[in-house]
């Protein structure tokens, strides 16, 4: 596996999502005195930016330390599919999560307070309203359920394939127990943020976990077939 083709299917994802994310969300009919739409507008405690960091960087950056200490026998070959799969997961998991906001177009906790934005530009509002429209699913949840899950599994399948080489701790049931139980509970706490900020409904965060959790075993399951090819 090339280097180039994880660059190639970045600037794919990266492509797709700025298409998708421009495109206007299904119009819905809705009641100025429905309480679930209601809620004030808050400040995000997870911003787009910081998911980005949070959500993708970081396993990537963890992926890069433990192999830049980890020596394994098939090299540059194994660390490139790992980091392909991962983001071919990623790919496919925002093509599902935008297109689902797009066709469902359900209205966020804080639609009608954006409704009433009247200090900002015309440009400005006609935004915050379309992103208002696109609540389900939550792509915060997908993609944090998504990678987490993804470098958890990846310490699952460690031992048998050396992945990470001989990183001891991958080698205890323990540990390989506990990266599933943390990555549970970090992408469940992101996920519960987007609750506390107005941005989503419970059942988005849901729905969000699913087609993370879907795409992540995905990625899993195709780098699994393709590790057997080169051990």
């Not at 930016?49 to 949070?54: S, Y």
């Not at 993708?56 to 392909?84: D, H, Q, W």
């Not at 699913?137 to 990470?164: C, D, M, R, W």
């Not at 506990?178 to 941005?199: C, E, K, P, Q, W």
Request: charged fraction near 15%.
């Amino acid at each position: 596996m090339r280097i180039s083709y994880v660059v190639v299917t970045t600037i794919i994802g990266i492509f797709i999502f700025r298409y998708l994310d421009s495109m206007n969300s299904r119009i819905q009919e809705y009641d100025i005195n429905d309480v679930s739409i209601s809620k004030p507008m808050k400040t995000e405690t997870i911003s787009n930016k910081v998911l980005l960091a949070v959500g993708l960087l970081l396993p990537l950056t963890i992926m890069f330390i433990l192999f830049r200490i980890c020596k394994n026998l098939k090299g540059a070959k194994v660390e490139n599919s790992v980091y392909f799969f991962l983001m071919l997961g990623v790919v496919i998991n925002t093509i599902i999560t935008e297109l689902l906001k797009i066709v469902v177009g359900r209205l966020r906790p804080d639609f009608l307070e954006r409704c009433m934005m009247t200090n900002l530009k015309e440009i400005q509002i006609q935004h915050l309203i379309n992103d208002g429209r696109k609540s389900f699913p939550s792509a915060h949840s997908s993609l944090v359920f998504n990678t987490f899950l993804y470098l958890a599994g990846l310490f699952q399948i460690a031992p048998k394939y050396s992945v990470f080489g001989e990183f001891a701790c991958s080698q205890k049931k323990a540990f390989r127990c506990l990266s599933i139980i943390v990555a549970f509970i970090l992408a469940g706490l992101v996920g519960y943020t987007r609750i506390l900020d107005n941005r989503h409904h419970f059942t988005d965060i849901a729905a969000g976990a699913f087609i993370g959790m879907f795409c992540g075993i995905l990625s899993l399951f195709l780098l699994f077939k393709k590790l057997k090819t080169l051990y």
